[in-house]
Antibody, heavy 122, light 109 residues
């Protein structure tokens, strides 16, 4: 059974750093891309980027390039999303999901992690 | 402003049919498959339709998808109160990567 289990909710202050995780089980972690998706309060879904664990090849959305870093640790089947200096506008639910890729294109995202709520407030 | 355009809300009575539209362009829907996601409050999205009109196992055939040109449509027949949720379309854009619609809130009256 494919599962993506994310780390717990975080409350941080502006300017602080943060790294959230997505632990995968039920399939060969290195063989499938992993994506991160943001959902701001009351808003829609926004793709942030995608990483291929086998070689850490990473693609970022133009909107998030330079704002976050996506990485993996293959030894523990875990993907990460990190910020070096959080802003209040980073307050959102963050989901990891497995994109089904074909010729470099994501055809769907399935399954999804349960989400990690990040709150940034002074 | 989302790259894909969906109506903010739709509503219909139990047992009726509803459609949700998703409008894009030649750089996204016009050139790639469309998927649809259902999201209940406080939960993660779940794929309902992929590759325009395919249903994952476990998704009832009350849900259907279609695509024509640069638009796609999700159809739900035999509406149930349990279908009340937010629905999102998604696809790939040649410049932006994965893109989603702004979401449509379905109310079953």
């Amino acid at each position: 059974d494919v599962q993506l289990v994310q780390s717990g909710a975080e409350v941080k202050k502006p300017g602080e750093s943060l790294k959230i995780s997505c632990k995968v089980s039920g399939y060969s972690f290195s063989s499938y891309w992993i994506a991160w998706v943001r959902q701001m309060p009351g808003k829609g879904l926004e793709w942030m980027g995608t990483i291929y664990p086998y070689d850490s090849n990473t693609r970022y959305s133009p909107s998030f390039q330079g704002q976050v870093i996506i990485s993996v640790d293959k030894s523990i089947n875990t993907a990460y999303l990190q910020w070096s200096s959080l802003k209040a506008s980073d307050t959102a639910m963050y989901y990891c999901a497995r994109p089904v890729m074909s010729f470099g294109v994501a055809r769907r995202f399935d399954p999804w992690g349960q989400g990690t709520l990040v709150t940034v407030s002074s | 402003q989302s790259v894909l355009t969906q109506p903010p809300s739709v509503s219909a009575a139990p047992g009726q049919k509803v459609t949700i539209s998703c409008s894009g362009s030649s750089s996204n829907i016009g050139d790639n498959y469309v998927s649809w996601y259902q999201q209940f409050p406080g939960t993660a999205p779940k794929v309902l339709i992929y590759e325009n009109n395919k249903r994952p196992s476990g998704i009832p055939d009350r849900f259907s998808g279609s695509k024509s040109g640069t638009s796609a449509t999700l159809g739900i027949t035999g509406l149930q109160t349990g279908d009340e949720a937010d629905y999102y379309c998604g696809t790939w854009d040649s410049s932006l990567g994965a893109v989603f619609g702004g979401g449509t809130k379905l109310t079953v009256l």
